[in-house]
């Protein structure tokens, strides 16, 4: 599986936006870039994906630098309720039903506190 | 909104003893998988299982461990001889009609093995 790097934690104060970065070299074509995060003392939970073009939901955005070698998370105003470990994570298509059936490979992801 | 249930939240078991944890997937999903997370550390997968059978497991995955789909809605982890080392939160997680798709986690079960 392609690899992510990402930084281990971040600060941002409250309703102020934060770019969580995730750099992602040797990315394949046919991986799509998905974002979890991870409320404390809570399961995962799905945040957005894309592919190529920059991508836009009720949660966040995500810009994803032209060569697709990084991509960065953008929560526009920040809560107090954002404060959670988000994981950036490679997933290939491709891959989903073959040797890696739709699993998810979590790093250990960037800290992200959030001071009101 | 639909969402997956765990139970129980907290299962206190005595080391050798065999638990079952319980998971009821949302309803129109077809893959379900199973996580789990030692205090401190990062997510790891377990287990996949898609059309009433395992499609892919970790090392992890043990033949201590097992799943089953008993009834069409719940799926469930045993553990049949629990060690220490089996002490975790232990997440359960489905997707929708493809495994690309975006998987939607429960609260998981916190597993304290004495």
């Known amino acids: 599986d392609a690899k992510t790097t990402q930084p281990n934690s971040m600060e941002s104060n409250e309703e102020e936006p934060v770019h969580l970065p995730c750099n992602h070299s040797?990315?394949?074509?046919?991986?799509?870039i998905h974002w979890y995060r991870q409320l404390p003392s809570q399961g995962p939970e799905y945040v957005i994906h894309g592919l190529t073009s920059n991508v836009n939901n009720r949660m966040a955005s995500l810009a994803i630098a032209e060569d697709r070698k990084s991509s960065t998370l953008i929560l526009h105003r920040a809560t107090l309720r954002d404060a959670a470990v988000y994981y950036c994570i490679l997933r290939d298509p491709a891959n989903a039903g073959g040797t890696s059936y739709g699993k998810l490979t979590f790093g250990q992801g960037t800290i992200l506190t959030v001071h009101p | 909104e639909p969402e997956v249930t765990q139970t129980p939240s907290h299962q206190v078991t005595q080391m050798g003893q065999e638990v079952i944890l319980r998971c009821v997937p949302i309803?129109?999903?077809?893959?379900f998988y199973w996580y789990r997370q030692i205090l401190g550390q990062k997510v790891e997968f377990l287990v996949s299982?898609?059309?009433?059978?395992?499609?892919?497991k970790s090392e992890i995955f043990d033949d201590q461990f097992s799943v089953e789909r008993p009834d069409g809605s719940n799926f469930t982890l045993k553990i049949r001889s629990t060690k220490l080392e089996d002490s975790a939160m232990y997440f359960c997680a489905s997707s929708e009609t493809s495994p690309i798709n975006e998987q939607f986690f429960g609260p998981g079960t916190r597993l304290t093995v004495l």
């Open positions: 309803s129109n999903h077809l893959y």
């Open positions: 299982f898609y059309n009433n059978e395992i499609s892919e």
């Open positions: 040797t990315i394949s074509g046919t991986d799509y």
